[in-house]
């Protein structure tokens, strides 16, 4: 297993940035796959963002893409999502998690772990 704990939410107001943090355990941490999602009040849970567990790969959602950036030190077993230009509608929970395909491009279902989701809300 790969536990996940997400950290870093909180209330920004539009315009603003944070940045996530989500800290895995274990020696095979570097050998996952990583994505953010975000699950908004009535709404799926959607795909954000994906790094490849090497070669530095990344994919963003269009709703987020030249405003979010993912990355991730395996030294340290942590993703960080850093989200800047943020709007209202950016406004979820936010949810990391890890699976061992290669596939960028996964759906919500790909993935094997998750964590327990931190709340950000961006105010008008």
């Known amino acids: 297993q790969v536990p996940l704990v997400e950290s870093g939410g909180g209330l920004v107001q539009a315009g603003g940035s944070l940045r996530l943090s989500c800290a895995g355990s274990?020696?095979?941490?570097?050998?996952?796959?990583m994505g953010w999602f975000r699950q908004a009040p009535g709404k799926e849970r959607e795909f954000v963002a994906a790094h490849s567990w090497s070669g530095g790969r990344t994919y963003y959602s269009d709703s987020v893409k030249g405003r979010f950036t993912i990355s991730r030190d395996n030294t340290k077993n942590t993703v960080f999502l850093q989200m800047n230009s943020l709007k209202p509608e950016d406004t979820a929970v936010y949810y990391c998690?890890?699976?061992?395909?290669?596939?960028?491009?996964?759906?919500?279902?790909?993935?094997?772990?998750w964590g327990q989701g931190t709340q950000v809300t961006v105010s008008s």
């Open positions: 998690a890890a699976k061992r395909s290669p596939a960028l491009t996964a759906p919500a279902g790909a993935y094997d772990y």
């Open positions: 274990g020696r095979t941490f570097s050998s996952y796959s």
